[in-house]
């Protein structure tokens, strides 16, 4: 352990401690502040602020969350930034409701009780936690999960429901570190696997008076599942579009029980989009062309999305160019570790 210091976030009030070893990120989870955050490597730039006073050092960060002139203007990223004397610094993005409701992440060990093919190249893992093992997490939210064997850990977010174990869905890429295990062979079934959590914050708000646009492309179907199984267990009346983005028609998934759910809902449609294929059942473009296309002004929404960086980049011009405010798009960039 290092020395402690005080950082105090403006202008919100709230003090916690922060040893030198730790990011201030990570001191606030373990105090229960919920930052905003995303990919918690330096690379998404959701967890940006500005130093208003003191000293503190960042560990190795991407200029695309964070350019070499906003470091020099003062700003840093928290998921980075230890600090070395008490620091105040100012929150550019934060939300009141959930700054003082965070879950404080705790390792739990658990077990692989399925891997299955879902396309041809995205798989559901499901986890079982060992017997005295607990994972509060709010829907919407992730876990990180250790590469068996190694000090490396991957993020992904929770199709289930709290409650209701953990299940993922993930896209697999060949010679990937965690991904590329999922071939059926190489996790079987019964393999343990250590998982650290809960983050994130594109959890389900309660607004029963905004309509709502969720937005997912590839295995970032995983966290608004979540949202959308929640919606449907609660009878949600809000104005629901779910639009998903793919390649072609064989990348598509879930198909019965998104019909299912949305049955349950008051007024809920369905949009897939495909990118490379021409198809008289669904549309054609990205799928933030086809929102574009479809929908008019979003000033009483809100909107979830998660998938590749580009789609939620796309997808925020879209959203806040049809009036949508910007504190009301929650997201989860889908970062790799090997893009810095
Ligand atoms: C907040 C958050 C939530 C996430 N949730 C999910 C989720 O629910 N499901 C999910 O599938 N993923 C999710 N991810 C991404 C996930 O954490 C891993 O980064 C991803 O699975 C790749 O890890 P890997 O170990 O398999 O590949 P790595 O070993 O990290 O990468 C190996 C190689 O695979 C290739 N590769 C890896 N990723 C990509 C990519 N995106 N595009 C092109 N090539 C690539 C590259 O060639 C790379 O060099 C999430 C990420 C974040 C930050
Ligand atoms: S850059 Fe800090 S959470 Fe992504």
Same mark, same amino acid.
């Given at each position: 352990m290092g020395d402690k210091h005080r950082v105090r976030f403006e202008p919100v009030g709230i003090e916690i401690e922060a040893d030198e070893e730790e990011t201030v990120l990570d001191a606030a989870f373990r105090q229960g502040v919920m930052l905003m955050h995303g990919c918690? =490597?330096?690379?998404? &730039? &959701?967890c940006k602020s500005f130093l208003l006073d003191g000293d503190q050092q960042m560990e190795r960060y991407s200029t695309f969350a964070l350019a070499d002139y906003e470091h020099e203007e003062g700003y840093l990223l928290l998921c980075r930034a230890h600090a070395y004397s008490d620091l105040s610094v100012e929150l550019i993005n934060y939300d009141e409701e959930m700054l003082l409701s965070g879950i404080p992440p705790r390792q739990v060990s658990t077990t692989v009780t399925a891997v299955e093919p879902l396309t041809h190249d995205i798989a559901r893992l499901t986890l079982a936690l060992d017997a005295d093992g607990e994972l509060p997490y709010r829907t919407g939210q992730y876990v990180d999960i250790q590469v068996p064997g190694t000090e490396q850990w991957r993020s992904f977010s929770m199709a289930s429901l709290p409650g209701d174990g953990l299940e993922f869905l993930i896209k697999r890429y060949p010679?990937? /570190?965690? &991904?590329?295990?999922?071939?059926? /062979?190489? /996790?079987?079934?019964g393999a343990p696997l250590t998982v650290k959590g809960p983050y994130g914050t594109c959890v389900l708000r309660e607004a029963p008076e905004r309509d709502l646009i969720l937005l997912a492309g590839g295995a970032g179907m995983a966290p608004i599942l979540a949202q959308l199984r929640a919606l449907a267990a609660a009878g949600s009346g809000r104005r629901t579009r779910f639009y998903y983005g793919a390649r072609g028609a064989a990348d598509l998934f879930a198909l019965d029980e998104i019909a299912r759910l949305g049955a349950a809902l008051s007024d809920f449609a369905f949009v897939p989009a495909l990118s490379e294929e021409s198809s008289q059942s669904y549309e054609q473009g990205f799928v933030t062309e086809v929102l574009d296309r479809h929908e008019?002004? /979003?000033?009483g929404s809100d909107a979830y999305l998660c998938g590749p960086p580009p789609m939620c980049d796309a997808a925020l011009a879209v959203l806040t160019g049809k009036g949508?405010?910007? =504190?009301r798009i929650f997201l989860d960039r889908f970062t790799t570790s090997t893009d810095i």
């Open positions: 918690k =490597e330096g690379q998404c &730039s &959701s010679g990937g /570190l965690f &991904s590329g295990l999922l071939d059926g /062979l190489r /996790l079987p079934v008019g002004d /979003l000033s949508m405010p910007q =504190e």
